[in-house]
């Protein structure tokens, strides 16, 4: 089972961006549908974007669609978020997320996550 590891979140004003990375362990990470989630204050885990095992084909929640871009390397073991036009919604902590097999949004059929990274976004 792969393990991943966030980093790159902080604190950015609304309008700007930031780039999330996600680091996973193991030999078999094409193998992984990759996801991010994210958590605000007070509220559900949600959706925000997946990508599948070969990085052809990307899923938005139409709260980020335009704005955000989910990629990965599989040389590297390695999935971003690049987040741009941030608003001050966007606010919480992000989790990148694993599931061997098929692409899915939702946060059940994801078995691997990280301890995930704050993002803050000041108005």
């Known amino acids: 089972q792969v393990q991943v590891v966030e980093s790159g979140g902080g604190l950015v004003q609304a309008g700007g961006s930031l780039k999330l990375s996600c680091a996973a362990s193991?030999?078999?990470?094409?193998?992984?549908?990759m996801a991010w989630f994210r958590q605000a204050p007070g509220k559900e885990r949600e959706f925000v974007a997946a990508?599948?095992?070969?990085?052809?084909?990307?899923y938005y929640a139409d709260t980020v669609k335009g704005r955000f871009t989910i990629s990965r390397d599989n040389a590297k073991n390695m999935v971003s978020l690049q987040m741009n036009s941030l608003k001050p919604e966007d606010t919480a902590v992000y989790y990148c997320?694993?599931?061997?097999?098929?692409?899915?949004?939702?946060?059940?059929?994801?078995?691997?996550w990280g301890q995930g990274t704050q993002v803050t976004v000041s108005s």
């Open positions: 193991g030999r078999t990470f094409s193998r992984y549908a």
């Open positions: 997320a694993a599931r061997e097999g098929i692409t899915t949004m939702r946060i059940v059929d994801y078995n691997s």
């Open positions: 990508i599948t095992r070969s990085g052809g084909s990307t």
